[in-house]
């Protein structure tokens, strides 16, 4: 089993920075996929970003593409997200999740283990 737990959300003005963290316990994750996702009041949960074990395959929904960085350090067993120029739009709860088997996925029902989530609100 992985236990996920997200930090570093909190209340920001447009055009500030968070920096969002995802810490694993449990076992290790360093051979696997990692993503996150967030989701908006009333809407779907969304693919955000996602980063394969060795860092080496990253990909980004369009909408935070050259706004948002995800990183990972798997001696610390955790990964990053860095969140710049922030949108109110980009208000939501963001989680973190692993992915076993499918490199590069964008698809919620790939991740396996999710974390409880970490508030993240932008006012214009």
């Known amino acids: 089993q992985v236990q996920l737990v997200e930090s570093g959300g909190g209340s920001v003005q447009a055009g500030g920075s968070l920096r969002l963290s995802c810490a694993a316990s449990?076992?290790?994750?360093?051979?696997?996929?990692m993503g996150w996702f967030r989701q908006a009041p009333g809407k779907e949960r969304e693919f955000v970003a996602t980063?394969?074990?060795?860092?080496?395959?990253?990909y980004y929904a369009d909408s935070v593409k050259g706004r948002f960085t995800v990183s990972r350090e798997n001696a610390k067993n955790t990964m990053y997200l860095q969140m710049n120029s922030l949108k109110p739009e980009d208000t939501a709860v963001y989680y973190c999740a692993v992915n076993r088997y499918r490199i590069g996925t964008t698809k919620l029902y790939d991740y396996d283990y999710w974390g409880q989530g970490t508030q993240v609100t932008v006012s214009s």
């Open positions: 449990g076992r290790t994750v360093s051979s696997y996929a």
């Open positions: 980063i394969s074990w060795g860092g080496t395959n990253i």
